[in-house]
């Protein structure tokens, strides 16, 4: 799978996103004022529609000249840390399980955020800015070794905060084995 590319301009990023779906790179352009905007410290989804221009005909298991969406997730620093791409609303249950397995996961963990937290939150100390972040991400399309990979942290840091961040309340860890 090739690299992931990002060229840095003075108001904008392009995007080089690998899409799993068109089996090719997806070329997206993003304002660094909508990164900006919908960063608020922590990660910030871009999320695009499209569909293969190129589909490969003669492959009646190529479904990628069908509309799908992909997600990018970008930081801080404009860089892109995970890419994900689906049919519908959000990736299956079985693609998840596919990308836990890849990773070495011997059951599949789905963190979810159960109360939204506003950026205020941190500000206020009541959770750290890396807390957060890692919020933002709990939308339910990751397994937690995803998390860990997008918000730039080892795994067992994440766990760990999974706990912490369960016990207030925030998030619920979906398990499948
Ligand atoms: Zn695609």
């Known amino acids: 799978m090739p690299e992931n590319k990002v060229k840095k301009y003075f108001s904008l990023v392009e995007v080089w996103a690998w899409c799993d779906i068109c089996q090719d790179m997806v070329a997206l352009s993003v304002d660094k004022d909508e990164i900006h905007n919908g960063l608020e410290m922590g990660i910030y989804t871009k999320e695009f529609k499209h569909k293969n221009p190129h589909p490969e005909l003669e492959d009646p298991d190529d479904l990628s000249g069908d509309e799908h969406t992909i997600y990018v997730y970008i930081n801080d620093n404009y860089d892109v840390t995970g890419?994900?791409?689906?049919?519908?609303?959000?990736?299956?249950?079985?693609?998840?399980?596919?990308?836990?397995?890849?990773?070495?996961?011997?059951?599949?963990?789905?963190?979810?955020?159960?109360?939204?937290?506003?950026?205020t939150s941190v500000h206020l100390g009541m959770i750290t800015p890396d807390e957060y972040?890692?919020?933002?991400?709990?939308?339910?399309?990751?397994t937690l070794e995803q998390v860990a990979e997008i918000a730039g942290q080892n795994l067992e840091d994440v766990e760990k905060m999974m706990e912490k961040l369960h016990k207030k309340g925030l998030v619920d860890v979906i398990k499948r084995v």
């Open 83 to 119: 890419v994900k791409s689906f049919f519908g609303d959000s990736p299956t249950i079985e693609s998840l399980e596919e990308a836990a397995a890849a990773s070495g996961a011997t059951e599949v963990r789905i963190p979810i955020i159960i109360k939204d937290v506003p950026a």
């Open 133 to 142: 972040k890692v919020l933002k991400i709990c939308d339910g399309m990751n």
